[in-house]
């Protein structure tokens, strides 16, 4: 049995104000979603040379909410591999926000720890015609 521990990736990236989809500087929770599908794909060229395709989730939890500006950390890793599919773990975390202090914008705070912000896991497929790194 293939080890899959190897098959892990972490993207880390900052919410702007044009992710912000409602008042509040909210953020779409689908913005979280466009991140997992991000780190889907790093995970299918990391298992078989190929991009892939994302056929569906069977899990999505959104946990806590995003604001524009900050900073968000999406990890994946594959949980099982089958012929042509891989099924994936993902979790999104808050790691940095702003500190909101009046008159100085631009200050934020490293979160001491994480905020699980969502969960998901999906299955992704690769046709065997397609993988380039084989087993």
Partial sequence: MEDLSKYTSMIR???GSHDAH???DLVDGAKMLNLFGDVATELLIRSDGDEGLFVAYDNVQFMAPVFAGD???AT???VS???TSRKMEFEARKVISPAKIAGQVSAADVLAEPV???KASGTCVVPADFQRIKR
């Fill in 13 to 15: 990236l900052r919410m």
């Fill in 22 to 24: 409602y008042a509040g």
């Fill in 81 to 83: 591999m089958g012929k």
């Fill in 116 to 118: 699980v912000v969502c």
């Fill in 71 to 73: 900073y968000i950390e």
């Fill in 76 to 78: 994946g890793r594959i």
